[in-house]
């Protein structure tokens, strides 16, 4: 399975985990990274993570980052996606870029902690499912992905 984790997923676990749901996302996050599936980066992750401002944090995220097994480069048709996708949708542009990168290195899963993400891409025509890790790793323990 090819999965594409947003900037938000390679941080979560490096979040203050005081909260059962950043708990649970963080060890989603882990388990997903640790899985052996295909993971896919971009030029956008790159510079999403580049702009993390805690040094420490950026050090752990750039170490974590580094479990990626693809690497989608920045291209016009990647721009052109992500302009297509914010003219249906409410979607900010940095994830809209994330999405058609997704999209292009033909992802099957988008992982996302951001429930706002989420709640924008219903209805949109994606070419690629968007979930919470913690729903993703639940489905994968029960068979699968189906429905």
């Not at 985990?17 to 882990?30: D, I, N």
């Not at 170490?63 to 900010?92: D, M, P, W």
Request: net charge negative; with cysteine; proline share 2%.
């Amino acid at each position: 399975m090819r999965i594409y984790l947003d900037c938000c997923c390679y941080n979560r676990p490096f979040d203050n985990v005081s909260q059962q749901r950043v708990q649970e996302e963080a060890a989603a996050v882990k388990s997903v990274l640790n899985s052996g599936e295909c993971i896919i980066g971009s030029d956008f992750l790159d510079m999403e993570i580049d702009m993390i401002k805690d040094v420490r944090k950026l050090d752990k995220v750039h170490r974590l980052y580094q479990l990626i097994s693809e690497h989608v480069k920045a291209t016009e048709a990647i721009f052109n996606r992500a302009c297509e996708l914010r003219g249906c949708s409410s979607l900010k542009n940095m994830d809209s870029l994330h999405i058609a990168a997704a999209e292009a290195g033909g992802a099957e899963i988008f992982l996302t902690v951001d429930d706002r993400l989420i709640r924008s891409c219903k209805g949109v025509p994606v070419h690629v499912k968007i979930c919470n890790p913690v729903n993703f790793v639940g489905r994968c323990d029960h068979g699968g992905l189906e429905g």
